[in-house]
């Protein structure tokens, strides 16, 4: 099929796995979160607070993560992206299993979540037109958001069946391992020198 043509490229064939991983992952540990946060304070307002400590330091960075973006490795932006959101869901799961989590490490969590987002969302959009070649970029494209959407809908089925049967504990710890994962599948991607080559290239071209 023509849509699957960019996975014959290696480069884009282990970002697309990785990132559908971290992907499925997020799906899951939203799930989690909100039955989480909900159980243990009964209070809308407290997942509000979430998701707005998410958003806060997004939206202030994102035009700082943009120019880095442009300066630095991309790969190397996401790979680094990729191991502190791993760490800081790691943490979550432990507490959570250790039964000491509290919102207020929910709230400092959230708040790191949106600062790295900020990062890494920019090194993301820039990096696929970067490694696919032309003639593959519309199947990138086009699997990139089917990659979404599919993570989308069976992220909440899967993460519901996780929570009800293992416990948030074990889905916060699962979205740990898919961070990762997909940093496992960046870190090959570290060694290619041809990639920041094509980024210092593309850079001149548009200066």
């Known amino acids: 099929m023509n849509v699957l043509r960019s996975l014959k490229h290696r480069p884009f064939a282990l970002l697309w796995a990785g990132q559908t991983t971290s992907r499925l992952g997020d799906s899951l540990h939203r799930i989690a979160l909100a039955w989480w946060v909900l159980e243990k304070t009964g209070s809308a307002a407290a997942m509000g607070t979430v998701l707005v ?64 987002e900020a990062f890494f969302f920019p090194a993301y959009q820039a990096i696929i037109p970067q490694i696919t070649p032309p003639d593959m970029l519309t199947s990138a494209n086009s699997l990139n958001g089917l990659s979404g959407r599919i993570t989308g809908i069976i992220g909440p089925s899967i993460g519901a069946f996780l929570v ?44």
Do not use: C, N
Request: glycine letters at 6%; aromatic letters at 14%; zero cysteines.
């Open 53 to 116: 400590l998410t958003q806060i330091p997004l939206l202030i960075f994102l035009l700082i993560g943009g120019i880095v973006v442009d300066r630095f490795p991309r790969i190397r932006i996401m790979f680094i992206s990729d191991v502190l959101s791993g760490l800081v869901v790691t943490f979550i799961a432990v507490f959570s299993w250790l039964d000491i989590l509290e919102i207020w490490h929910i709230y400092i969590a959230s708040l790191l979540f949106g600062f790295v």
């Open 164 to 207: 009800a049967s293992g416990g948030t504990s074990l889905t916060f710890a699962l979205d740990a391992l898919s961070f990762f994962v997909s940093a496992l599948f960046v870190f090959p991607l570290l060694r290619d020198k041809t990639l920041e080559t094509q980024r210092v290239e593309k850079a001149a071209e548009t200066a």
